[in-house]
């Protein structure tokens, strides 16, 4: 979510991105940014990042090169075109839009809490990337209509960021997330200045107080970031997903094979969240993880891919193996949420970074068998720019279906950040 680390690779059919010349220190950095979220955008930021951090003449032509290469290419290649562009995608209309913070509120995650309230955690305090980043909580108690005003959850000296949250049967409510210490002197984000290190915190009073922070359990991940909402299998075991890169470090018995980016996974409470433990793989070269239980016991994970796709997995036996992975969505439709519909089908909503800029959704009537793809439609689609997206979407008990996610400028506020939530029903939908 935002730890960024998806692998910068591009690929379209009968062409290839040599993104291999350029030098693997800077590859890291730009992974950690996760700058590239389509295309169109390689380009700028490849130069936008590198000028940053690099001289011209150790740029050139290790980095101007294959970078002017991706200009032509996009300028040219009918394919790449056509995988950047969305504008065709049905818009579904007359849905209802709130902005429930305005001034920050990225990478918002919603939970329906046991009172019947709505809660999110969104990220404050600095933009996309900010060592002065901090995680606030806001509520609603009227289905998403309005928003109380931020109250503070984190804020240490580094930038807090990434959040996952939910509520335990016990009603505690638990905020995981990462505390990045990549900033050099000056403040400017420096991945050699420091690492991703994880924690957690919990409320047992509906958000009005939080406990000191406790280092999170990641087994072999490290400078990684938990994900989304954390959900309970059919025993009732909390999970929670979280992704990094393999520790080499690591000499337990869950270490991970191969020499992947990224590695997705999950971990386990049984205790209401006091603890966490028990990491179990779900995809190499993947990172952040939708969970879904399914009526059957199943469970269901939509994963955003190394080059920023989708992908589609599924374990029978609590999350401890997964499918291989099905590949779903185009480059820059990610990360994913998942919500099983009263009416039984799936909806899996995705932050769309490609033209036009926004929200899109994807529905499986099979519980995630199939889906829809060909039909997907747009929730949003009025963002400035590719930072945005990250929904979280639920469902409320009159079957009132709501999204939230974040956008760095909108038609209606320009050049603000923001979380909106979106309030539709199924029938909108055409389900």
Partial sequence: MANDTATIKATSEGLFIPWSLLPKKLLRRLQRERRFESFSSHFFSCFAVAFERETMFSLYPRVIVPTAFLAVSVLFCP??????????????????????????????????????????????????????????????????????????????????????????????????????????????????????????VTSRDGGRTWSEKKNLYSGPIRNGSPFGRIIHDKKGTALMAIYGEANPSYAGPEKLQGNAGDYSGLIHSKDNGRTWSDFSLILAGHNEASLQLLPDGRLIAAVRTEDGALSITESEDDGYHWSAPRRLTKRGQHPADLCLLSGGALLMTYGNRLQPYGVGCVVSRDKGKTWDYEHRKMLAWDSENTDCGYSSTLQLPDDTILTMYYSVGTRSLPSVAQAICLRYTAKQLGL
């Fill in 79 to 200: 394919a790449l075109a056509e995988e950047t562009d969305e504008r065709g995608v049905q818009k579904v209309e007359g849905i209802e839009r709130v902005v429930a913070v305005e001034g920050q509120g990225y990478f918002p995650v919603m939970i329906r809490l046991q009172d019947g309230s709505l809660g999110a955690v969104v990220r404050g305090g600095a933009p996309h990337i900010g060592v002065k980043g901090r995680l606030d909580w806001v509520q609603s108690r009227d289905g998403g209509r309005s928003w109380a005003k931020p109250t503070l959850i984190v804020d240490s000296r580094w930038d807090d960021r990434n959040p996952a949250v939910g509520q335990m049967v016990d009603r505690t409510i638990v905020v995981a997330y990462a505390e990045a210490s990549t900033y050099d002197e000056q403040g400017k984000w420096d991945t050699s200045a420091g690492s991703y290190d994880l924690f957690y």
